[in-house]
């Protein structure tokens, strides 16, 4: 749920980390990335509401952007305009790097759930991080797991990365 309000964003943020989630609605955001544009009128009215310009003309970047549309949609927010004039991956929730973690034997949430998840968003075209643990049910794995976010936030922040020097030496001071 969490992953899905992170796509109604018309904005990036920093990173997004989700541990044991799935994407509600991702079958119709493949759907729609797959989707090769209309080759009848007809068939253009089957398209989902994304507002009212569907003239898409094989323009595979404006389709990430119309998931974005889909989610708003559905969550009943302001209406973007999805052609790509007024909205681009650049801003967007689609620049956000994403990290995933599942446990393997996760009981609640399937990890094949969490897994679609990762290869939606992939298909959309994000920089997505995914992990999978074994041994691991409906909860995080320490060390594995953490180890794996912090890589993760030092490689993708480059804000943390500067400050990595200082928080590594505060642990430092903590173990010692
Ligand atoms: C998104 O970026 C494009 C081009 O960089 C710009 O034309 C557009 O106004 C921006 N949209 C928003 C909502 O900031
Ligand atoms: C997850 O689902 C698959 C089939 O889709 C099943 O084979 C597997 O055992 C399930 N995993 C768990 C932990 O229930």
């Known amino acids: 749920m969490a992953l899905f309000a992170l796509l109604s ?8 980390i989700g541990l044991s989630g799935w994407l509600p609605f991702c079958k119709d955001m493949m759907e729609l990335v797959s989707y090769d544009g209309p080759s009848s009128e007809n068939e253009a009215d089957e398209v989902p509401v994304f507002g009212e310009d569907s003239d898409n003309d094989g323009e595979d970047e404006s389709l990430p952007i119309q998931v974005i549309g889909l989610v708003r949609d559905i969550v009943s927010v302001g209406k973007i305009d999805t052609k790509r004039s007024s909205h681009n991956r650049q801003n967007s929730s689609l620049a956000t790097p994403v990290f995933l973690g599942h446990g393997r034997e996760d009981l609640k949430i399937n990890c094949s759930l969490g897994e679609e998840a990762a290869n ?51 642990e430092l001071s903590i173990l010692s």
């Not at 999978?132 to 990365?161: C, M, N, Q, R």
């Open 120 to 170: 939606t968003l992939t298909e959309l075209g994000m920089d997505v991080t995914w992990r999978l643990y074994s041994k691991l049910g409906h909860w995080y794995k320490i060390p594995d797991e953490i180890d794996d976010i912090v890589d993760f936030l030092a490689g993708k922040l480059t804000i943390i990365e500067a400050n990595l020097g200082r928080i590594q030496t505060c």
């Open 9 to 16: 964003l018309v904005f990036s943020i920093g990173c997004f």
